[in-house]
């Protein structure tokens, strides 16, 4: 097994365990103390209380481990988290450098569905209109993740009108980076296999049926079972588990289960973000508090009024920063791990990291 006390010295080795931990996606700012005698690995999938974990042998031997969670190991692992392992016990999960999120709404408790990502792909299906009010939840949940988030237009082959959809999908996300996709015809197919190299771990967000195995399969020839969509949209295939694929390409994709429902547990300040135009009118609001619900010289509902702003974008807004109020009472106001700013991803250039 790989043995280390500190992955903090990461940098500059080409050791053969060193370049194995590259292609799990390992970058300098996943570094962080383990203690000694334990190994490093990344979870790949999870089990109940269980979890696959792939690591290293110092000559660059890779094993994958079905290993047991420690009793009282918080926070629980989840796909992409980097681990210490013991035998096959995970003794504990380090720091995350950023984590995707969703509230349960009948537990209360937020629930982690991958860390220590770079790129958040939001799959939007235009074969039919687009989703809009679901694109706006999964930019929201994109940002508040700390990772960059991108939009992936799927099934562009069955669209109309594409350059409509996509004019409406700028429209509502104009920060964000947009790619149009086929996995039939292979439109942007190279494009996303340039964003996915080596350093670089994603995952793809997005309802089931949206065309998420399908670009898999598209990038990489995989084997993944898709099954025929139903009349609704709706795929009747559901990746059940989490997966971590390593890419041809050199990249990392996480792939995650299809979400009916995208439940907020984010910072209002995230959702000002994504509904950055809003934010922009009410600079103008005649109160710097103004809830703009009916407040003298409130510019946004003038906006409205006018045409100038979407009423139903509006009333999106209302909803999903009055439901990141709730998730950020009920946690309370203690910062939470694992966000941080966004940056961009690693370059294909950078120094791989160093486990010595």
Not at 192 to 202: C, F
Not at 223 to 235: I, N
Request: net charge negative.
């Amino acid at each position: 097994m790989v043995e280390s006390s500190n992955v903090e010295n990461l940098e500059g080795s080409t050791s053969p365990a060193s370049l194995g931990y590259r292609t799990l996606g390992l970058t300098h700012d996943d570094t962080s103390e383990i203690p000694d005698g334990l190994v490093l690995g990344r979870v790949s999938i999870v089990h109940g209380a269980n979890a696959e974990v792939i690591w290293f042998e110092p000559a660059g031997g890779e094993v994958v481990t079905l290993c047991h969670f420690s009793p009282g190991i918080d926070p629980r692992p989840v796909a992409g988290d980097w681990v210490a392992i013991l035998d096959d016990h995970i003794e504990t999960v380090l720091a995350r450098r950023s984590a995707l999120r969703r509230a349960n709404l009948r537990t209360h408790v937020t629930q982690v569905l991958a860390a220590n990502l770079d790129l958040v792909l939001l799959v939007i299906p235009i074969d039919r209109a687009p989703n809009i009010r679901m694109l706006e939840r999964f930019a929201v949940m994109a940002l508040d993740s700390g990772a960059r988030p991108f939009v992936l237009l799927t099934k562009a082959d069955e669209s109309s009108d594409v350059s409509g959809a996509l004019d409406v999908v700028r429209g509502v996300v104009p920060d964000v980076d947009v790619l149009t996709t086929s996995s039939i015809s292979g439109e942007g197919i190279e494009h996303l296999r340039d964003l996915l190299h080596l350093g670089v771990t994603a995952v793809m967000l997005g309802a089931s049926g949206a065309g998420k195995t399908s670009l898999l399969n598209a990038l990489e020839g995989s084997d993944e079972l898709t099954r025929t969509v139903s009349r609704g949209g709706e795929g009747r295939h559901a990746t059940s588990t989490r997966k971590l694929y390593r890419l041809r390409g050199g990249g990392v994709l996480l792939d995650i289960p299809g979400i009916r429902l995208a439940n907020l547990d984010v910072e209002r300040a995230r959702v000002d973000e994504t509904f950055s135009d809003i934010d922009e009118v009410a600079a103008h609001c005649r109160f710097r508090d103004c809830a703009h619900t009916g407040d003298e010289g409130c510019a946004v509902e003038a906006a409205v009024e006018a045409g100038t702003l979407d009423r139903e974008r509006l009333a999106s807004w209302r909803l999903i920063r009055d439901e990141a109020g709730r998730s950020s009472r009920e946690r309370g106001s203690a910062p939470r791990p694992g966000r941080r700013v966004h940056r961009d991803p690693p370059s294909p250039d950078d120094e791989p990291p160093r486990l010595d």
